[in-house]
């Protein structure tokens, strides 16, 4: 299986939105809307911040939405801030029971 | 709170299998609410799924890895175990269990495949 493609870096100013992209194909991201979305500091493990294409676990702010057409994935971040610089990573339930995960996106906060 | 704590040898020689053992405290992995999971990341680089084990037993894998791997679980020490045969230097990595939280899909399905609760991984490196 082949992973999700997201861009490898995005930035933006404090402030502004970003989006990330995330494109699968009709076996993964086309398939169903099982799409979740992690953040990871250095040396940190990643964190769930959506699940479910566009709901938030508790804790999570509501600066980060996600959404979803076809095989492509979202996730725009409203009112960029410093602490919200990271990588992110895009993931999709497979039809082959798997998961897979995109490449990652780093995001730097101007 | 369910906490995960990832443990096993930090390098292994080439050829050799690596044994990881994941101890889960403050929530048993038979419930079957959640799945468990392994997932990898060599340094610098992205997330790769391994595969996962459900509260009964039952597995699936990366179908890459598929070969080479086996996940279990010891549900009298709470703990997951992962194998991982003739390993090589591209199996270096810091690798991470998880818990795999579900959703209810059509016909009342559940789909496990967000992970909600992560150890703070442990690094293997392949090397003679």
């Known amino acids: 299986q082949s992973a999700l493609t997201q861009p490898a870096s995005v930035s933006g100013s404090p402030g502004q939105p970003i989006t990330i992209s995330c494109t699968g194909t009709s076996s993964d991201l086309g398939a169903y809307d099982y799409v979740a979305w992690y953040q990871q500091y250095p040396g940190n493990a990643p964190k769930l911040i959506i699940y479910?294409?566009?709901n938030r676990p508790s804790g999570i702010s509501n600066r980060f939405s996600g959404s979803k057409f076809g095989n492509k994935a979202s996730l725009t971040i409203d009112g960029l801030q410093a602490e919200d610089e990271a990588n992110y990573y895009c993931?999709?339930?497979?039809?082959?029971?798997?998961?897979?995960f995109g490449g990652g996106t780093r995001l730097t906060v101007l | 709170q369910v906490q995960l704590r990832e443990s096993g040898p930090g390098l292994v020689w080439p050829s050799q299998t690596l044994s990881l053992t994941c101890s889960v405290s403050g929530g048993s992995i038979t419930r079957d609410s959640y799945y468990w999971t392994w997932i990898r990341q060599p340094a610098g680089k992205g997330l790769e799924w391994i595969g996962r084990i459900s509260s009964s037993g039952n597995t699936d894998y990366n179908p890459s890895l598929q070969s080479r791997v086996t996940i279990s679980a010891d549900s009298s020490r709470n703990q997951l175990s992962l194998r991982l045969t003739s390993v090589t230097a591209a199996d270096t990595a810091l690798y991470y269990c998880?818990?795999?939280?579900?959703?209810?899909?059509?016909?009342?399905?559940?789909?496990?495949?967000?992970?909600?609760?992560w150890g703070k991984g442990t690094t293997v490196t392949v090397s003679s």
């Open positions: 479910d294409v566009r």
């Open positions: 998880a818990r795999v939280d579900r959703t209810e899909g059509y016909w009342g399905k559940f789909y496990y495949y967000y992970m909600d609760v």
């Open positions: 993931s999709s339930y497979t039809t082959s029971l798997s998961l897979v």
